[in-house]
């Protein structure tokens, strides 16, 4: 283990009196995210190790340069896992990113996402100080939750050193279920399973096809499976697609020249988005993934339309506006949180928006 928060306190309060732009970054394996990265390079990856782990408290408190898969494979020995499924996008993905980029797999359907699982949190603000917020138990609410609105920042509100996380067993039985069903039957199923009380753990429709997973307690599962039907894969083909999925490993999500891959955040029972390209729905209908060559006001229009956002996650013009354009009160709120901690706009700048 190692721990460098003195050194790296000295040297943000460097980069902040000589208004130096510091690019945050642990195992680059989410560089493609977000607008285009500026900055000098700040490499995360020597602040490692495992502070503290309680498996029957179910908490685990790790340094943020510590690896993704080695915090994986610790849980894993205790029957234990990240219930949010994030994805790693390469063997570098590190436990600091992982929060920074917010960004969550399949068993989001079901367990929540990174912000939900985050208890705490140790940053080093725009100033050079070590601040520590939350802690290492579910029953933390003074103040303001700092750790949920630095989860998913991308790095531009502190450099997170440590986290702690909430863990969870990991599912005695999982079984993946496939149907042929066209997509406006299949939302609407999966918004009707989603009020029932079964053990539905991910769900993903792609051209004519529906792919559940059900994960839990041998009984549930075997109960669930009955009453529902489908075709049975067998447990290797099931691990393999959802892993593809968790990791964008499918074909599906590398957008041809001339193509975006856009990440449209939608109510689950939004109607279909019927917009040119090809489409994959996760999250029961919550988040549709759209490959296609429109321009970006068609298809921001259309999901803010149906009631959400849409964000373009690859193969966009990433100098323009990768998330959805702000409202003004919206965007003044994101301008204060990043005044509160980062006054000389050094951490990770335009990461988000241009000029925040």
Known sequence: MSDLTEQWCERVRAAAAAGTALQIRGGGTKDFYGRIPVGELFDTLGHTGVVNYEPTELVVTVRAGTPLAELEALLATNGQMLAFEPPHFGAGATVGGCVAAGLAGPRRLAAGGVRDFVLGVKIIDGRGEALSFGGQVMKNVAGYDVSRAIAGSLGTLGLITEVSLKV????VAEVTLRFEIEEQD??????????????????????????LRLSGA????????????????????GAAFWQAIREQQDGFFAPEAGEVLWRLSLPSSAAPVKLSGQQLIEWGGALRW?????????IRERAAALGGHATAFRGFDRAGDVFHPLSAPLRAIHCRLK??????GIF????????I
Do not use: C, M
């Open 168 to 171: 969870l067993p990991r599912p």
């Open 186 to 211: 299949a939302l609407n199923r999966l918004n009707d399973w989603g009020g029932q009380p079964l053990p539905i753990s991910g769900s993903t429709w792609r051209d004519g096809v529906l792919h």
């Open 218 to 237: 041998e009984a549930a599962v075997r109960a669930a499976k009955q009453r529902l039907g489908g075709e049975v894969l067998d447990d290797v083909a």
């Open 290 to 298: 759209l490959r296609s060559s429109l321009p970006a006001d068609a």
């Open 339 to 344: 005044q509160a901690f980062d006054p000389a």
């Open 348 to 355: 990770n700048p335009g990461r988000f928006y241009n000029g």
